[in-house]
């Protein structure tokens, strides 16, 4: 029996990206926390890496909520409109 693929929304979209600190600005569609696995991907591009840093004005945070933005710590570059993905 094949496997059915399952389509995953996004939880997240790159706003803004600050390469000097290799920090995304990403707009939370749904809850991200420390330790998540997540697939960046956008502009022909992707990678999967853990969520070791996470702050919203300068203060660390465990769980992003729906709606916030926060900064996250990542560990290529990416570009605003990149989305976001939780990896199981």
Do not use: C
Request: no cysteine; glycine share 6%.
């Amino acid at each position: 029996k094949a496997r059915k693929e399952t389509v995953q929304k996004p939880i997240g979209e790159v706003v803004h990206f600050y390469d000097n600190i290799s920090v995304a600005v990403v707009k939370i569609h749904d809850k991200l926390n420390k330790g998540d696995k997540i697939k960046i991907e956008g502009h022909g591009k992707s990678f999967v890496q853990e969520v070791n840093s996470m702050q919203i004005e300068h203060k660390q945070i465990n769980t992003a909520k729906k709606n916030q933005e926060v900064g996250l710590k990542v560990n290529k570059p990416v570009k605003a409109k990149d989305l976001i993905y939780k990896v199981k």
